[in-house]
Structure formats: structure tokens, C-alpha cells
């Protein structure tokens, strides 16, 4: 068994191995072109594949930037790891471990001190590893010195039929007359004050998610495809919510103005918005367990469960 760098003829057996090891989140090549190859921080030798008996056996793929983030930086001592699997033919034989120990060296080599799977942005896959799809692999990182940090919550809502419960037309009302709230649709008026807003309040990976349904928002691209719902108390945003196609989120509200039920308002406006358009399903990828009971009220059910996992090196 030969450990060795990605080359480019590997793409099909890498796929083919992802998709029988990942079997839950199977990869074409049109995203695996997209957000592997074409990724600014890819790095050929930070995803190493296992070869055996002539074919590609096993991967890890990687992640260092080698071009910041927004003001986050380089973040010299931080590494992600996205997605990794071995053919199930050729598991229980070391080549995982082989793997991870590889890579893990090959880190420590460059000076990082910290790997984490998988809330690598901008182009991750799922937030951690499915232990209910995956029941194997939580033991395994374990053993290669990984610990679980907490657990993200993916849910999903059918929206057909969908209609806003009499409860949150009256909480709209009476935050409309009693604190100057409104919800509307962004308008080019609002950015000025909307993209800081966004900074400051929930950082620059929600800016680059939000930038960029503005940018095919105003820019015509799709963009009926999209709801972008801005909220203002008084005049001043305190928080946003967007959505494009099935996708909902990320929404948010200024921790200030958390205890007036805002976000309620900009979750159900947001999804009237979606079945109106005819769109009938509604998911996200990634929440807490208290935006999850936020979420149920809306008819959202968890779909799956991740474990975001950390390695000190």
C-alpha cells in the first residue's frame, strides 16, 4: 500500500471511493471540481490517497488557506479536514489510520496546531460526521486524538399548504405598533448599513454567504430564486434572514434585540415567501439546539445529526 499526493487522474476512483465510504453524502464531479479542485486553499499533497492493488483505496482531504479570509487572515495554526473515507472492500486494515497519521504529520510539519472536522469555510460539505450514517467513525477519530466539540443539527420543513400561524400575524402587528418593527424585502438602500451590520454581529463567513445572494440578487442572476428579508426596529436593522431555492438561512438578530420575537417574524416571512414561489421544502444544514426549538415551530424536523470534532497537534 502506497500513500501519495492527489494527481488529477485520480479524480474518478477518489469519487468512487467517496461515494461507497461516504455513502451519505455522495459527490459528483461537478462539485467535487468546484469545491475541491478549484478551492483557492487546495493543496495536492494535503489530500493523500492510499493506493493498493493498482486503484485509489482511501483519501483525507485537507484544508490549510493559503489566501485569507476577509480580515480573519491566513489563520496560520488552524487545518481542516472535510471529508475522508476508505473503500469498505479494503477497511479494517490500517489504511484510514495510515491516512490520518500522514496528514497529521504533514500538518505539524507546517506548523499548524490545530485540525478540526469539518467547519471549514468556505466550502465544506456537512458541519462534522454523521455518527448515525457513519457508526464507526467517531471510535476511529477518537483513537487518532480527536474529541467531540458539540453537535450540529440539520432539519427540514414541508412547506406545502404553508401559511403564517394567527399568533405571528398578531406578534407582527403588535411589534410593528409598540416597537417600530418591520419586516421587508433588502432593497439597494439598505447595504450601506446591512453588510457591517452583519460583521459585526455574526462575522465574515456570514458576510460572504450573504455578498454573495446580494450579488445574484441585484445582479439578476437567478434571482427570483431568492428571499432576502431585512428587519428594522425604529429605523436601524437588527437583523436579516435569506434563503435561496430549498436552502433557508443563515438568519440572525442583534443579540439586543433578541426577547421581542423578531426572529420568529423573519423565519415565517421568509417561508410564506418560499411556498408562495412554490417552493415545498425547506432545509439547513447547521443549528444549535436552542435555534432548533425556534425552528420546530415553524414545522421543522431534524433530519440528521453531526459531531464537529477537534484535534490538538
Same mark, same amino acid.
Given at each position: 500500500?502506497?500513500? &501519495?499526493?492527489?494527481?488529477?487522474?485520480?479524480?474518478?476512483?477518489?469519487?468512487?471511493?467517496?461515494?461507497?465510504?461516504?455513502?451519505?453524502?455522495?459527490? @459528483?464531479?461537478?462539485?467535487?471540481?468546484?469545491?475541491?479542485?478549484?478551492?483557492?486553499?487546495?493543496?495536492?499533497?494535503?489530500?493523500?490517497?492510499?493506493?493498493?492493488? @493498482?486503484?485509489?483505496?482511501? %483519501?483525507?482531504?485537507?484544508?490549510?488557506?493559503?489566501?485569507?479570509?476577509?480580515?480573519?487572515?491566513?489563520?496560520?495554526?488552524?487545518?481542516?479536514?472535510?471529508? /475522508?473515507?476508505?473503500?469498505?472492500?479494503?477497511?479494517?486494515?490500517?489504511?484510514? !489510520?495510515?491516512?490520518?497519521?500522514?496528514?497529521?504529520? =504533514?500538518?505539524?510539519?507546517?506548523? &499548524?496546531? !490545530?485540525?478540526?472536522?469539518?467547519?471549514?469555510?468556505?466550502?465544506?460539505?456537512?458541519?462534522?460526521?454523521?455518527?448515525?450514517?457513519? #457508526?464507526?467513525?467517531?471510535?476511529?477519530?477518537?483513537?487518532?486524538? %480527536?474529541?467531540?466539540?458539540?453537535?450540529?443539527?440539520?432539519?427540514?420543513?414541508?412547506?406545502?399548504? /404553508?401559511?403564517?400561524? #394567527?399568533?405571528?400575524?398578531?406578534?407582527?402587528?403588535?411589534?410593528?405598533?409598540?416597537?417600530?418593527? !418591520?419586516?421587508? #424585502?433588502?432593497?439597494? +438602500?439598505?447595504?450601506?448599513?446591512?453588510?457591517? /451590520?452583519?460583521?459585526?454581529?455574526?462575522?465574515?463567513?456570514? %458576510?460572504?454567504?450573504?455578498?454573495?445572494?446580494?450579488?445574484?440578487?441585484?445582479? @439578476?442572476?437567478?434571482?427570483?430564486?431568492?428571499?432576502?428579508?431585512?428587519?428594522? &426596529?425604529?429605523?436601524?436593522?437588527?437583523?436579516?434572514?435569506?434563503?435561496? =431555492?430549498?436552502?433557508?438561512?443563515? *438568519?440572525?438578530?442583534?443579540?439586543?434585540?433578541?426577547?421581542?420575537?423578531?426572529? &420568529?417574524?423573519?423565519? *415565517?416571512?421568509? =417561508? +410564506?415567501?418560499?411556498?408562495?414561489?412554490?417552493?415545498? %421544502?425547506?432545509?439547513?444544514?447547521? !443549528?444549535?439546539?436552542?435555534?432548533?426549538?425556534?425552528?420546530?415551530? +415553524?414545522?421543522?424536523?431534524?433530519?440528521?445529526?453531526?459531531?464537529?470534532?477537534?484535534?490538538?497537534?
Amino acid at each position: 500500500m502506497e500513500i &501519495r499526493a492527489f494527481r488529477g487522474s485520480d479524480e474518478a476512483e477518489v469519487l468512487e471511493v467517496w461515494r461507497a465510504a461516504m455513502h451519505a453524502d455522495a459527490l @459528483g464531479e461537478h462539485l467535487f471540481r468546484t469545491k475541491v479542485l478549484l478551492d483557492p486553499n487546495f493543496q495536492p499533497d494535503l489530500l493523500p490517497v492510499a493506493v493498493e492493488d @493498482g486503484r485509489v483505496v482511501g %483519501f483525507v482531504l485537507a484544508l490549510t488557506r493559503q489566501v485569507p479570509l476577509f480580515l480573519q487572515g491566513l489563520e496560520p495554526d488552524k487545518a481542516w479536514i472535510t471529508a /475522508f473515507g476508505v473503500h469498505p472492500d479494503y477497511q479494517r486494515r490500517g489504511i484510514g !489510520t495510515a491516512l490520518f497519521q500522514h496528514v497529521i504529520q =504533514l500538518l505539524r510539519t507546517q506548523g &499548524r496546531k !490545530t485540525i478540526d472536522i469539518s467547519p471549514y469555510v468556505p466550502n465544506y460539505f456537512v458541519p462534522g460526521v454523521d455518527s448515525r450514517a457513519y #457508526p464507526g467513525t467517531i471510535p476511529f477519530l477518537e483513537k487518532q486524538g %480527536f474529541r467531540v466539540l458539540y453537535n450540529a443539527i440539520s432539519m427540514g420543513a414541508d412547506l406545502s399548504g /404553508f401559511q403564517i400561524p #394567527p399568533e405571528i400575524l398578531e406578534l407582527e402587528r403588535r411589534r410593528e405598533q409598540e416597537d417600530g418593527v !418591520t419586516i421587508r #424585502p433588502v432593497s439597494s +438602500a439598505d447595504l450601506p448599513e446591512l453588510m457591517p /451590520f452583519i460583521v459585526r454581529h455574526f462575522g465574515w463567513d456570514w %458576510f460572504r454567504h450573504a455578498q454573495e445572494y446580494l450579488l445574484d440578487l441585484f445582479g @439578476g442572476v437567478n434571482a427570483s430564486q431568492i428571499c432576502f428579508l431585512v428587519a428594522r &426596529r425604529q429605523g436601524q436593522i437588527v437583523g436579516y434572514c435569506q434563503q435561496r =431555492l430549498e436552502r433557508f438561512g443563515p *438568519f440572525g438578530v442583534d443579540p439586543a434585540y433578541r426577547n421581542l420575537g423578531i426572529g &420568529r417574524l423573519l423565519l *415565517f416571512r421568509c =417561508l +410564506a415567501t418560499m411556498s408562495a414561489r412554490h417552493t415545498f %421544502f425547506a432545509y439547513f444544514l447547521w !443549528t444549535g439546539e436552542d435555534a432548533a426549538r425556534l425552528y420546530s415551530l +415553524a414545522g421543522f424536523k431534524r433530519r440528521r445529526e453531526f459531531a464537529v470534532l477537534h484535534c490538538d497537534l
